[in-house]
């Protein structure tokens, strides 16, 4: 099993991203898939998920501007970035569980099972 998250890079405030998690060794429509962020010398925080049966979650501070999707055909998702904010700088994770996971528990990185490595999303002018 592998993820790969791609797609990091400077920005400027209220630029944009997409960020992608390019999977491999797992069937993707069976995964719910996270994306996480840590900032220097904070706690990993969830950021959003695509679920198994394609419900989406978000968490607050991106709500309105960043957009989770995903390509089964692909075994890619994707998270689209706007209206970016200095405060979204940090290193993006996307980590994949196994099977739907309960709309409560979504951010809890006990319920994935296999992470990528992150890549540097700094948005700075």
């Known amino acids: 099993v592998q993820l790969q998250a791609s797609g990091g890079g400077l920005v400027q405030p209220g630029g944009s991203l997409r960020l992608s998690c390019a999977t491999s060794?797992?069937?993707?429509?069976?995964?719910?898939i996270g994306w996480f962020r840590q900032a220097p010398g904070k706690e990993r925080e969830g950021v959003s998920c695509i679920n198994s049966d394609g419900s989406t979650y978000y968490a607050d501070s991106v709500k309105g501007r960043f957009t989770i999707s995903r390509d089964n055909a692909k075994n890619t998702v994707y998270l689209q970035m706007n209206s970016l904010k200095p405060e979204d700088t940090a290193v993006y994770y996307c980590a994949a569980g196994r099977g739907r996971i309960l709309s409560s528990l979504w951010s809890s990185r006990s319920y994935y099972d296999y992470w990528g490595q992150g890549t540097l999303v700094t948005v700075s002018s």
């Open positions: 060794g797992f069937t993707l429509r069976y995964y719910h």
